[in-house]
Nanobody
Framework: QVQLVESGGGSVQAGGSLRVSCAAS????????MGWFRQAPGKEREFVAA????????YYVDFVKGRFTISRDNAKNMVYLQMDSVKPTDTAVYYC????????????????WGQGTQVTVSS
C-alpha cells in the first residue's frame, strides 16, 4: 500500500516555472513506476509524465516535452514535476500516480493516487 500527497501547486504567470512534489509513504515506493496526470475543468484526466522505478526511463506526453521534467528520489520517497515555460493550457489539477498501469508501453492509469494539487497559469 502506498499513500501519495502532492504539494507545490499554485498560481504562476505564463512563461514561468513551478515545481510540484509528491511525498509517498510505504516501503514499496522504490519498486513502482510513478507518474503525473492532470485534469482540467470539463475535461478527462490525462497522462502527463512518468518515470520508471529506478529513474532511468521517463515518458512525456507530446504537449509537455521540452518543458516539463519528472524526477524521483527513492531515498526520500519523493517524486517531482518541474514545470517550465508554462502555458494557460497547463491549468489543471495535477495528480501524483503510483504503480502505473500500461496500455502497451504507454501509462494509462495507476493503482495509487494522490488527492491532487491545483496549478493555475495566467496569461
Amino acid at each position: 500500500q502506498v499513500q501519495l500527497v502532492e504539494s507545490g501547486g499554485g498560481s504562476v504567470q505564463a512563461g514561468g516555472s513551478l515545481r510540484v512534489s509528491c511525498a509517498a509513504s510505504g516501503r514499496s515506493f522504490s519498486n513502482y513506476d510513478m507518474g503525473w496526470f492532470r485534469q482540467a475543468p470539463g475535461k478527462e484526466r490525462e497522462f502527463v509524465a512518468a518515470i520508471n522505478w529506478n529513474g532511468r526511463v521517463t515518458y512525456y506526453v507530446d504537449f509537455v516535452k521540452g518543458r516539463f521534467t519528472i524526477s524521483r528520489d527513492n531515498a526520500k520517497n519523493m517524486v517531482y514535476l518541474q514545470m517550465d515555460s508554462v502555458k494557460p493550457t497547463d491549468t489543471a489539477v495535477y495528480y501524483c500516480a503510483g504503480d502505473l498501469r500500461y496500455s502497451g508501453s504507454w501509462p494509462r492509469t495507476a493503482e495509487y493516487w494522490g488527492q491532487g494539487t491545483q496549478v493555475t497559469v495566467s496569461s
